[in-house]
């Protein structure tokens, strides 16, 4: 039985759960935080964004040696793989980042404590595994994250049918990858071992990629990809998975029906999406309600049905994305305190780390058809642009930005093309002060940045873009 009195008791120590932490701490209370990980940074950190993003940096790096390096001028001899170096790398920068927090935690006198929880009342978090110990507060922040999402017929043994943790650690580059499932996770893992190598099928439910994105976007990611020899089966469901001593037999069939056939492949990687990791903390004995999807239903604060109870991040509704889960952390932790929060959902940015980078935020042109909206669209391709021109051996890709016609506002903003991830930033900050796509235009913009692609495509949905 802990005899400490608890301010707030955060479950989770993903990006949300360790960020929540810290902004209580820093507001006066006294925190703990409990994780069944040793290691803090939760999915994201250990087996997630940062050892996908440190694979894809190296892959890419290893890809441009290969194919790009000669267009400028430099000249250099066979160009080899050291896999095992590779992977040593993203291992260093994760263990690093992650000691990183733990000096945070330190410095704002945050407790870590490691095992499973389990919530007993609205005041009381049980822990165990290793160890024991009772946690009394004041409240509680759910922040468990999300699992990868099961595939009927599909048994994971991450060895040679992997989740994205197991694709971040393959010993051997495969000579034939399968990715089910057409979205970030497993288009970025894609991405990193067809650029070392590997013969990249995806193979997708729907009859398009990255579903959420802007359509016209999507369609310019494909063909890049495509480009780059990753193939498509689109409109194609996975029946069955069957493992062998070489590999793995996949049998698929149209989405709409039909006879099935069979792919032979190295490595699967099940990627068809994620869902609330709840399981084991009691939600259902204290009456805690979820929604039909299983996610948490909370309130403007963040808080469950039952006071004191709360919870952010992939275990509520919305983009299951490490940077929503944090600036909810903060909200929440920060109505705690009795002051006011606010997070505008529809201007937070979502980035795809492939090559071309894809980013967005707000709405794309197919939800402002949907709505009878009438907008205006203004598009400018960095082939136009003198950065992207003298950076880039491949300067595809475009900004597009979508204004409502009557007062100019900008209702969203989608980007492919080099950087797109940094890029969108400045978007997303337009869109939180409500700017205009005038706003951008008449903004000034250094020369030359790829940014400038930014400024005409504000120039081409409000008035003419200069330099096309």
Not at 153 to 160: N, Y
Request: charged letters at 25%.
């Amino acid at each position: 039985m802990s005899d400490t009195q608890y301010d707030l008791v955060v479950i989770g120590a993903g990006p949300g759960g360790y960020v929540a932490a810290i902004r209580a701490a820093q507001l006066g209370m006294k925190v703990a935080c409990v994780d069944m990980r040793d290691t803090l940074g939760g999915t994201c950190l250990n087996v997630g964004c940062i050892p996908s993003k440190a694979l894809l940096q190296s892959s890419e790096k290893f890809s441009e040696a290969q194919h790009a390096l000669a267009d400028h001028g430099v000249k250099i001899g066979k160009v080899g793989l050291d896999l095992e170096k590779m992977l040593a790398r993203k291992d260093d920068v994760v263990d690093g980042l992650t000691k990183g927090i733990a000096f945070l935690f330190k410095k704002n006198k945050v407790e870590q404590i490691t095992g499973t929880a389990r919530i007993t009342a609205p005041d009381t978090v049980e822990v165990s595994e290793p160890g024991s110990t009772t946690l009394k507060t004041k409240h509680i922040l759910i922040a468990t994250g999300s699992e990868s999402m099961p595939l009927p017929g599909v048994d994971i043994d991450e060895e040679k049918i992997v989740t994205s943790t197991g694709a971040l650690s393959l010993s051997k580059v495969p000579k034939h990858l399968v990715v089910v499932g057409g979205g970030y996770i497993g288009l970025e893992m894609g991405s990193v071992w067809g650029r070392l190598g590997a013969k990249v099928t995806v193979v997708e439910f729907l009859d398009r990629i990255v579903p959420v994105m802007d359509r016209e976007v999507a369609d310019e990611m494909h063909k890049s990809l495509e480009k780059q020899g990753m193939a498509f089966r689109l409109g194609t469901k996975v029946t069955e998975a069957k493992i062998s001593k070489s590999g793995v037999t996949l049998t698929v069939e149209s989405a709409s029906g039909g006879e099935a056939e069979t792919i032979e492949c190295d490595i699967v990687l099940s990627a068809i999406g994620r869902r609330p990791f709840t399981s084991g903390l009691g939600l259902e004995e204290l009456g805690i309600t979820l929604d039909q999807r299983g996610f948490i239903e909370v309130d403007k604060a963040f808080q469950t049905n039952v006071p004191g109870i709360y919870a952010i991040g992939d275990v509520i509704p919305g983009p299951m994305l490490a940077h929503k889960a944090e600036d909810e952390g903060v909200v929440a932790v920060e109505m705690m305190d009795g002051q006011a929060g606010h997070i505008d959902y529809n201007a937070i940015p979502a980035v795809v780390f492939t090559a071309p980078e894809v980013a967005s935020v707000g709405r794309t042109e197919e939800h402002l058809k949907e709505g009878g909206v009438d907008y205006r669209s203004g598009k400018f391709p960095f082939m136009a642009n003198s950065r992207a021109r003298a950076s880039e051996t491949d300067a595809d890709g475009f900004v597009k930005i979508l204004a409502d016609a009557k007062t100019d506002q900008i209702l969203g903003a989608h980007i492919i093309g080099p950087d797109a991830g940094t890029m969108i930033a400045e978007l997303a900050l337009a869109m939180e002060f409500s700017a205009s796509a005038e706003d951008i235009a008449r903004t000034c913009h250094a020369h030359p940045t790829l940014n400038e692609a930014v400024k005409e495509a504000a120039l081409a949905a409000w008035n003419k873009p200069i330099h096309i």
